[in-house]
């Protein structure tokens, strides 16, 4: 199957035999577009394709007791736990978090590193 970045090279290429076959004297600007276009699309095209990345989300009891990855460290993120379940909380463990609002409620946020995971699932 073709790429998206193979396709536009090959209609780039077209056009251009087609503009030197009719020996266009006004597409300089146009050629100087086309250029720019080929060069990206060969850019992207030579590009690794990113696997998915792989979380685990240990929960016992309802709770987040860890988050581990086979490949840790590999991507960048930071993985955050909010709960607004604050009825049973004390004062000191609240944070306020920022609403799409733009207000603020309080929850219970807790941070994780990614640490190895030793879990194998079956694909």
């Known amino acids: 199957m073709q790429s998206i970045q193979e ?3 090959e ?3 077209d056009y251009r035999k087609q503009t030197e076959e009719q020996q266009y004297t006004d597409v300089g600007d146009v050629w100087e577009v086309l250029d720019a276009i080929e060069r990206q699309c060969r850019a992207e095209a030579g590009k690794p394709k990113l696997e998915p990345m792989e979380l685990h989300i240990i929960v016992e009891g ?5 988050v581990c990855s086979p490949t840790p460290g590999k991507y960048p993120l930071k993985v955050t736990r909010i709960d607004y379940d604050v ?12 609403q799409a609002t733009g207000r603020y409620e309080d929850a219970l946020v807790e941070e994780f590193a990614i640490v190895q995971s030793l879990i194998l699932l079956d694909k």
């Open 87 to 98: 009825e049973y909380a004390e004062l000191d463990e609240l944070s306020p978090v920022k």
């Open 62 to 66: 309802g709770l987040v007791q860890e």
């Open 7 to 9: 396709w536009v090279a």
């Open 11 to 13: 209609q780039i290429a």
